[in-house]
């Protein structure tokens, strides 16, 4: 009896199974190279860590603009710096760190609940971002406080 509650509690832990900006690592992507240039191709899930359900990019960012500024419930995300660089600042409301984008054959994996903000655009620079799932506005988490309470109760 005893053994089944401790073992519930661990269960129960949300301490056990929350994402850590340690989570959120930088991942090679398939690269081919010949004269004419390099091509990289993203096919099913061939050395990818989810199945791409939406891409979207960002350009045209004003210079000194940020973007992000939320966390995902549910979401993956690859971000890459498909021309020029960028900063991603990753937050999992204990540690935070900043991780520079700047060659389209290398990702960012971002996992769920992980507070992100994108900042240092370069002049022209596009941030094109594979997501694991369609867009839905509830899976946002849009402040701050909104977050760190998020993840408290994880
Ligand atoms: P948002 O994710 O807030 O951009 P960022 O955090 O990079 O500044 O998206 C900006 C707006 O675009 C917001 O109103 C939601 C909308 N949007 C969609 O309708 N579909 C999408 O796939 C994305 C990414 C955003």
Redesign the pocket.
């Known amino acids: 009896m005893t053994i089944s509650v401790i073992t519930m509690n661990i269960l129960n832990s949300g301490s056990m199974i929350k994402n850590s900006i340690y989570d959120c690592v930088i991942l090679p992507l398939d690269k081919t190279h010949n004269r004419a240039g390099n091509i990289t191709i993203v096919e099913g899930q061939k050395n990818f860590p989810f199945e791409v359900k ?1 891409i ?1 990019y ?1 350009y045209d960012i004003p210079g000194g603009g940020d ?4 966390a995902h419930r549910e979401l993956r995300q690859l971000i890459v710096a498909a021309s020029g660089s960028f900063d991603v600042l990753l937050d999992d409301g204990e540690n935070k760190k900043v991780v520079t984008l700047n060659h389209p054959n290398y990702g960012l994996l971002v996992v769920p609940g992980i507070w992100r903000e ?1 900042m240092e655009f370069s002049s022209g620079a596009i941030c094109m ?1 594979l ?1 694991s799932d369609k ?1 839905s ?1 509830e899976d ?1 988490l849009r402040s701050y406080n909104e977050f760190i309470q998020w993840r408290s109760l994880k």
């Not at 973007?67 to 939320?70: E, N, S």
């Open positions: 939406r979207y960002l973007r992000g500024g939320h994108l971002v997501a867009y506005a946002y």
